[in-house]
């Protein structure tokens, strides 16, 4: 049973990915098929982007981490589908970035588009809320076994509590149809990871850590 819910978790992930994959030849199409204007550098759109490239990048680096640093299928099982799902997203955020010719990195701090640019800016490397920092990735590449497992399960529950908290951001502001498709596919496979690793930390003797 826990196996199809991971297969369920990355499988609904996957068709966003589809669906929003299908046009990234184009700048984006409306509901109607009417191709939309180019969204601003300073938009939610080019912000969501942005961000959430940076915050799936950490989340593939953690992944990849813990595969090696356990052999429980499960863990590693849930690692492979994050990293790969993560990944294929952090391409299409940038694409579309480059359709929209708009720059990769702003000057302005992260989660600005959000209201929220006046956070703490980049304590020990977390950029953004929910990353883990600098000192938590090393951390994790010192640890082994039952010890990695609880501890990455911790880090990638906070990390994609963040993320949720992002996409549900974009599918309320942003304006172009198929990134408010991807971000509302991102709050619906996160919410149902953040479930399976809550059991997969119980069975483990351990809890999230907020």
């Not at 994959?21 to 098929?33: F, K, M, Q």
């Not at 993560?86 to 302005?108: E, H, I, T």
Request: overall charge negative; glycine content about 12%.
């Amino acid at each position: 049973m826990r196996r199809q819910h991971v297969g369920w978790a990355a499988g609904a992930a996957a068709a966003a990915l589809v669906a929003a994959g299908a046009i990234t030849y184009a700048v984006a199409e409306d509901s109607g098929g009417a191709v939309t204007k180019a969204p601003a550098a300073g938009s939610a759109d080019a912000g969501f982007a942005r961000d959430m490239a940076v915050h799936h990048q950490q989340a593939v680096e953690l992944s990849y981490i813990v595969r090696d640093r356990t052999k429980d299928e499960e863990v590693r099982r849930l690692a492979y589908d994050i990293a790969q799902t993560q990944a294929n997203q952090r391409g299409m955020l940038l694409g579309w970035l480059d359709l929209w010719g708009l720059p990769k990195v702003s000057a302005d701090p992260p989660m600005t588009w959000m209201g929220m640019g006046d956070l703490p800016a980049g304590e020990d490397g977390a950029l953004m809320p929910g990353m883990a920092t600098d000192s938590e990735v090393r951390k994790l590449g010192t640890l082994d076994g039952r010890q990695a497992e609880v501890f990455y399960l911790q880090l990638m529950t906070d990390h994609h509590k963040g993320g949720v908290h992002m996409a549900e951001g974009c599918a309320a502001a942003c304006t172009v149809g198929v990134e408010k498709r991807l971000a509302r596919g991102i709050v619906e496979a996160q919410r149902s990871e953040i479930e399976l690793m809550a059991g997969m930390l119980k069975e483990r003797g351990a809890q999230p850590r907020s």
